[in-house]
């Protein structure tokens, strides 16, 4: 726990703890990871404009190209996930097994 970079899977687990300690009724997969993908794919949206005019710079390369975006997000105490930022350029670095 002490890490700052952790698998998925250990993720999942944390949480599923927590939530269970402080009394969260919820579903982790299709409550917790669903409203994660719902506010990534609204920020992705409202930031759709600016993706295509970047991709229509690359001309017929389109389709041999791909961008990587790191989102951060937060939950607050009724655990509504809020996107905090989105990194175009977050570290792949190999520091880590989990870079890795």
């Keep these: 726990e002490s890490s700052s970079k952790w698998s998925l899977t250990f993720l999942k687990k944390y949480l599923r703890r927590k939530l269970q300690e402080e009394g969260h009724t919820f579903k982790m997969n299709e409550d917790l990871f669903s409203g994660c993908h719902d506010v990534i794919i609204k920020t992705l949206i409202s930031a759709e404009p600016t993706i295509v005019k970047e991709m229509n710079k690359v001309g017929a390369r389109q389709k041999c190209c791909f961008e990587v975006y790191g989102f951060d997000i937060m939950f607050d105490k009724d655990m ?21």
Aim: aromatic letters at 10%; a neutral charge.
């Design 80 to 100: 509504k996930p809020w996107v905090l930022e989105v990194n175009c350029l977050p570290s792949l670095s190999s520091s880590s097994v989990f870079d890795k």
